[in-house]
């Protein structure tokens, strides 16, 4: 079978199931059933599949999503969010849109400490979400900067997936990871820009600035009494991190306890809150999780069947210079990221990429950071997004798929817009 | 009769989803043991990271049928949506029917690896060693039982699709 | 002309990926109108450790990757790891024959070679070993991220065995969540752990595990002219590639030595109790498992 039409088979396959209302999972398991019996023959063939999918999910990494979507749950359920957004909204009245600029500002904190943006959307979205809901913020202005902050953390260090690609394409770890400072700040703040517009276009995305202004004591008094207790949370997350205490993968446990502790020393450690947030935590891990474990099977048959890499050599046959080669692998990565996951990506576009990227004399290291940020992209392209998808776990009943998706548009230009930057001028950006 | 079973049923597939809440918690605790000791110089829990690990997989697999019975996983609805309503329901069964065929394919072939690993009594060697069945028998359990969900959605002809989430 | 498809457990940039690629032309080269290897890929077509599994059920004809990834099916690979005779000798002392009865046996895969088996592991610190009085270390206190093999050697030199994902190593040294790992000398550089990891202990211990496995029917179905053209190439590969990855390490220990990792020499007999300590837990763990080959893997791996 050629190149092509392996991959309108796995491909089309799959968005004609999806297309069809069958759960995404589904969609993923029956067309990995049929590549299976197509490219690796028969009862066997299905055998390896099943075999390959016991290696999907058991895999540490992957920890933190089921607990920071539990830390989320709790803060919401025990009412402690509320409490916090409150004084929050008390002390910030006078900024529209806050909530949203508070979002991207902690996410880009965290993204200082974690490496995974999965992890990040995730702790983001359950936390928030619910929430700025209740408060009046429309769902993009909720949705678009928590997944594009979520999705920053890969880029700023530390980032196991850069430690991945450096060591995969041969670049230096220390230097790529430093490399990803700037653009993580220059894309937190054009993200902000970003939300400063939304509201100006739509000034009902965001609920009105309080018209009364509090006075400064009572603002101090909720300060202390609502936002600093918080402290242990975010002590217990991210102190632990940088106290070399607990890896950035345990300490989502901690954060797990100290919103337990402080509900319990709040009074509101109530059984029924703990059950609707140990529900809604098994409800939206296992949405992702299963879904995971579907396509990184389906990843490996994409390489298997050889629909992916037929495409990147394709790419590779044409003769270009420096910044089109540099689009080519652009146009590569975004439509390989449409269906496939980051790793998958790297260990199979590296082998062809790096070669090219000697040839053409293009820096290593403008490489590097391009890949990462395209790869960023991937996580939030339909129609296989993981993003897309935590963001879906966490929103309200009939949010869809494409709301999400245009939530995620402006922020995915700022992401295509650096990278374009990057292109042609990257002593703007990667600074040595 | 066939009323007790189907209770039997449903409580089969909450408990299961209970199993799965509980090897959530299992897991946080013991990092919180885990790195507590390690921090007081205590060593560390050696099968903690397996254990923890495998409950991804164990919570995930027997919390699926479970999210099924709610129709919570992520579906895509808006295109049918936009089907007169004899299309929306043609289109709903054919995507169940494919579903309940697919699932219930790879929960038999996982059932079948898992027994022929059985009988050779191989390991999955982590941090501890865990018998290389279990991961078959988990994968087995959860995609007959999803694949029974959707069949039990076909017997009661409720085709509309219906997700978490419409798009 | 046969042709088979092959998979390996590393991704192609990585230095034993690029070893296997060398015996793949070789035999490319070598086997025109008789037999040839396509490349399928490495760990993005078959997740590493589910690899041996497609060999046996003939979804690929031919594998290459670390044999202790089955060690819970295949006990016997710690006669790799805790072996000391080298490939050539293991071809002609009948070692090699066992070793493919077991994995035959217990994997459904037929063993071709063992390229590549010149390795070295070597235990690197972050923080400077404590010297015992007879001139050996005593790592009581630290945490090294290990392997599964190297478990019970570490826990004899007082260490807590944690492990640690590949991907997050880079940040728990940086951060000082552990104290250090075992790791061979080729490719420590290749994820910079060496940036963090000041001292390495020397000698090292153990000895490469890699193997290259057959399908057997596939084997089987092979033309004797192909198969002879296969187990020659294998056996001239077993020696290249030594020579290649011991100049390697060669290089890449003066490299880091010159990046600052200092090297903490263990001599004389201190030298021998540490090893002896290593290849031990090895063997231990092969006896223990009842392994019915540990007498013949004994006598024909290990000449210590
Ligand atoms: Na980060
Ligand atoms: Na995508």
């Known amino acids: 079978m050629s190149w092509q039409a392996a991959a309108l088979l796995l491909g089309g396959g799959v968005i004609f199931l999806m297309a069809l209302g069958t759960p995404v999972v589904i969609a993923f398991l029956t067309v990995n059933l049929i590549g299976a019996v197509v490219f690796m023959g028969g009862l066997g063939g299905i055998d390896q599949l099943i075999a390959n999918a016991t290696s999907s999910i058991t895999s540490f990494a992957l920890v933190p999503v089921p607990l920071f979507i539990l830390m989320g749950e709790l803060l919401f359920h025990t009412g402690m969010a509320v409490r916090v957004f409150d004084a929050l909204d008390k002390i910030l009245g006078a900024i529209r849109a806050r909530l949203a600029y508070l979002t991207v500002i902690g996410g880009t904190i965290f993204a200082t400490l974690s490496g995974s943006s999965i992890a990040n959307t995730a702790m983001l979205g359950s936390t928030l979400m619910p929430d700025m809901e209740k408060r009046g913020y429309s769902k993009s202005l909720i949705m678009g900067p928590i997944i594009a902050t979520g999705s920053i953390a890969m880029i700023i260090p530390p980032s196991s997936l850069a430690v991945l690609l450096g060591s995969l394409a041969k670049i230096d770890v220390g230097a790529l990871l430093l490399a990803g400072v700037v653009p993580g700040i220059i894309l937190s703040l054009m993200y902000l820009a970003v939300i400063r517009l939304h509201v100006w276009i739509d000034p009902e995305a965001a609920p009105p600035v309080s018209p009364v202004s509090v006075p400064t004591r009572e603002k101090a008094l909720a300060l202390l009494r609502d936002v600093a207790p918080m402290g242990l949370v975010i002590f217990a997350v991210i102190g632990l991190i940088i106290l070399g205490v607990a890896s950035p993968t345990e300490s989502a446990a901690f954060g797990v306890l100290a919103v337990a502790v402080l509900a319990l020393i709040y009074g509101k450690l109530r059984w029924k809150a703990v059950e609707k947030a140990l529900w809604g935590t098994l409800s939206v891990s296992v949405m992702m999780l299963v879904i995971i474990l579907a396509s990184a099977t389906f990843s490996q048959l994409l390489a298997f069947s050889g629909a992916s890499a037929g495409l990147v050599a394709w790419m590779a046959g044409f003769e270009l210079g420096p910044h089109a080669t540099l689009l080519a692998m652009l146009a590569v990565l975004i439509l390989l990221g449409m269906f496939m996951d980051q790793l998958s990506i790297m260990m199979l576009t590296l082998p062809i990429f790096m070669p090219l990227i000697g040839m053409q004399g293009i820096d290593p290291l403008q490489f590097g950071i391009i890949m990462l940020l395209a790869l960023e992209l991937s996580l939030a392209t339909p129609p296989f997004g993981l993003l897309l998808f935590v963001m879906l776990g966490v929103a309200p009943k009939g949010t869809s798929i494409w709301e999400v998706v245009r939530a995620c548009l402006p922020y995915l230009a700022c992401t295509l817009i650096l990278i374009l930057v990057l292109i042609w001028l990257p002593g703007l950006i990667i600074w040595q | 009769m066939m009323a007790i079973l189907g209770k039997l049923y449903s409580g089969l597939i909450h408990v299961l989803a209970v199993l799965a809440v509980i090897s959530i918690l299992v897991a946080t605790g013991l990092i919180l043991g885990d790195v507590t000791m390690r921090y007081l110089g205590l060593g560390s829990i050696r099968a903690s990271s397996t254990l923890i690990e495998y409950a991804l997989l164990f919570s995930t697999m027997l919390g699926a049928p479970w999210l099924m019975r709610r129709r919570g996983h992520i579906t895509v609805t808006s295109l049918v949506e936009q089907l007169p309503p004899a299309g929306r329901k043609a289109a709903g069964a054919l995507a169940l029917g494919i579903s309940t065929v697919t699932l219930l394919i790879l929960g038999w072939r996982s059932a079948m690896v898992g027994y022929d690993k059985f009988l050779r009594g191989g390991a999955d060697i982590r941090s501890i060693a865990v018998p290389e069945w279990i991961a078959y028998g988990i994968l087995a359990t959860g995609f007959v039982l999803m694949g029974t969900e959707c069949l039990r959605l076909i017997l009661q002809r409720r085709f509309e699709p219906h997700g978490s989430v419409a798009a | ?304």
């Not at chain 3, 004899?156 to 075992?182: C, H, K, Q, W």
């Not at chain 3, 001239?236 to 030594?242: F, L, N």
């Open chain 3, 1 to 304: 002309e046969t042709t088979l498809k092959a998979v390996s457990a590393f991704p192609s940039n990585l230095a034993f990926a690029q070893s296997f690629q060398g015996f793949v032309d070789l035999v490319n080269e070598r086997g025109k109108g008789v037999v040839q290897i396509q490349m399928m890929g490495g760990p993005e077509v078959f997740p590493p450790n589910q690899q041996i599994d497609a060999v046996s059920r003939g979804i690929v004809d031919m594998q290459y990757g670390p044999a202790t990834y089955s060690i819970g099916s295949l006990p016997e690979a710690y006669a790799f790891v805790g072996g000391t005779v080298d490939p050539v000798e293991t071809r002609k002392n009948g070692g090699l024959d066992v070793m493919r009865e077991a994995m035959l046996e217990k994997l459904g895969v037929y063993l071709l070679g063992r390229p590549d088996s010149d390795i070295r592991f070597y235990i690197y610190t972050t923080g400077e070993p404590k010297r015992t009085g007879d001139g050996g270390v005593d790592l009581s206190g630290m945490q090294l991220r290990a392997l599964p093999i190297y478990n019970k050697f570490f826990e004899s030199l007082g260490a807590v065995p944690i492990s640690v994902p590949v991907a997050d190593v880079y940040t728990g040294l940086e951060r000082n969540t552990f104290d250090g790992l075992g790791f061979p000398m080729i490719g420590i550089r290749d994820l910079s752990w060496d940036k963090f990891l000041k001292y390495r202990i020397d000698p090292g211990f153990f000895q490469g595990d890699l193997s290259i496995v057959l399908n057997p029917e596939a084997w089987e179905g092979l033309a004797p002219e192909a198969q002879e053209l296969l187990t020659q190439a294998a056996a001239d590969w077993e020696v290249q590639s030594g020579e290649h990855f011991t100049g390697l390490a060669k290089e890449t220990e003066a490299e880091i030595a010159k990046a600052g990792v200092e090297t903490v020499q263990l001599e004389g007999e201190a030298a021998e109790k540490f090893l002896d300590a290593a290849y031990e837990t090895s063997w231990q763990a092969l006896k223990e498992s009842g392994s019915p080959y540990y007498d013949r893997l004994r006598e024909t791996f290990y000449d210590r």
